[in-house]
C-alpha cells in the first residue's frame, strides 16, 4: 500500500522549505546537540502533522511564510513528544533506527525533548500574530493532559470506551486538529470553514490513532519499523482491549485478564484472543467511522487538489502498516 507521505505532492515543494526551516532551528555551535538533532532527524518520517497544515491552508486558498513557520512549529512539537514518549514507554526503535533514549540515555532525551519545545516556542514568537502561540500552546498542555489521564488509568481493566476516547482525543487528535485549524485561520477561511477543517483533524487523529492502538497488537516491528507492544507492557488499554473485555464470555474474559495481567503480555495470544471476540475488528470499524466523519467535515471546501488529498489521506489511515 503507499504511504500517507506519497500522496504530499500539492505541497511538496512548501515541505521542503520547512525541513529547511527544521534543520536550521536545530543547528547549535555544541557538537553533542548537533549530533543528537542529527539523530532525531531520522525520526521526521511521514510530516504528517507539517503536511496536514499546508493542505489546509493550500485547500482554503493560498500558502504564506506564516504557514511554513507555523509547520515547522508543529513537527518541533510532535518530535519532542515522541523523543519523550519513547523514554516513558522504554522503547528501543522509532523509524527503525534506536531511540534517543537508548542510545545516550533518559537523562538526554528528556533534555532533548524540553530543547526541541523550547525552540518551537521561540520559532513561533517570530509571528506577528500571537494567536498561533496561544493555540499550540494549549494544544501541548492538552497533549500532555491526555498522556496524563492514560498515566492514571494504567491497569484499570474498567476502563470504558468513552475515557478511551477522551484519551486520544486529547494525546493525538488535538493535535491534528490545532494543524488543519491553523492552516485554514492563517490561509483566511471563514470562521465556519476553519472549524469543519478543525473537525476533520480532530476525528482524523482518532481514527489514526485507533488504527496504532490495533498494530501495536496485530502488526509487525519489521513492517511498523518501531517498538511495538509497550502500551501492553505498560498495561494501557486501548479500544480492541476494552471491547475484549465486554464483549467476552466469561471464560474468554478471565483468560484476557491473565494475559493482561503478565508483566509482559503474549501478543500473539491476547491477538487470537480479540480476533475471537471480534475485538479487532470492532476498532477498526470505529476508525472507520472516524474516517467517513474526517472526509464530511471537508464538504464546505471548494473542488481543488489539496482536498482531493485530504480526503484519500484519511482514507489511507484504514489500509496502515506502519
Known amino acids: 500500500m503507499p504511504v500517507i507521505s506519497a500522496l504530499y505532492e500539492p505541497v511538496a515543494t512548501e515541505l521542503g522549505k520547512v525541513c529547511a526551516i527544521f534543520d536550521d532551528q536545530l543547528f547549535s555551535d555544541l557538537p553533542v546537540l548537533n549530533e543528537l538533532c542529527s539523530h532525531v532527524r531520522r525520526f521526521r518520517g511521514k510530516m504528517l502533522r507539517p503536511a496536514l497544515l499546508l493542505l489546509s491552508g493550500k485547500a482554503c486558498g493560498g500558502l504564506t511564510d506564516e504557514h ?47 530543547y526541541l519545545i523550547s525552540h518551537a516556542f521561540h520559532l513561533c514568537s517570530a509571528l506577528d500574530s500571537q494567536f498561533a502561540s496561544r493555540r499550540i500552546g494549549q494544544t501541548t498542555n492538552t497533549v500532555c493532559e491526555g498522556e496524563l489521564q492514560q498515566v492514571h488509568h494504567r491497569g484499570d481493566l474498567e476502563l470504558t470506551e468513552e475515557q478511551y476516547l ?33 473537525q476533520y483533524g480532530l476525528h482524523m487523529g482518532i481514527a489514526f490513532q485507533i488504527t496504532d492502538d490495533v498494530l501495536d497488537i496485530v502488526g509487525s516491528e519489521e513492517s511498523t519499523g518501531k517498538t511495538l507492544g509497550r502500551d501492553l507492557d505498560k498495561h494501557k488499554l486501548t479500544l480492541p482491549v476494552i471491547h475484549g473485555l465486554s464483549a467476552a464470555s ?73
Not at 70 to 95: K, P, Q, S
Not at 172 to 195: D, E, F, K
Not at 292 to 302: K, N
Request: glycine share 4%.
Open 250 to 322: 466469561p471464560n474468554e474474559c478471565r483468560h484476557l485478564r491473565q494475559l493482561l495481567s503478565a508483566s509482559q503480555p503474549d501478543r500473539p495470544a491476547l491477538r487470537t484472543a480479540l480476533e475471537a471476540t471480534g475485538s479487532i475488528a470492532y476498532a477498526m470499524q470505529a476508525a472507520r467511522q472516524y474516517v467517513e466523519s474526517a472526509v464530511g467535515f471537508l464538504d464546505p471546501l471548494p473542488p481543488s487538489e489539496s482536498r482531493d488529498t485530504l480526503q484519500r489521506m484519511a482514507n489511507l489511515i484504514l489500509e496502515r502498516e506502519q
Open 68 to 114: 511554513l513557520t507555523l509547520a515547522a512549529v508543529v513537527e518541533l512539537v510532535h518530535m519532542a513528544t515522541l523523543v519523550h514518549d519513547d523514554v516513558l514507554d522504554d522503547a528501543d526503535l522509532r523509524r527503525r533506527f534506536p531511540t534517543v533514549n537508548r542510545v545516550e540515555g533518559n537523562e538526554a532525551a528528556v533534555l532533548l525533548g524540553d
Open 166 to 198: 477522551q484519551i486520544i482525543s486529547r494525546k493525538t487528535a488535538s493535535m491534528t486538529a490545532t494543524c488543519c485549524l491553523l492552516g485554514a485561520r492563517y490561509a483566511g477561511a471563514n470562521v465556519r470553514t476553519t472549524a469543519s477543517l478543525e
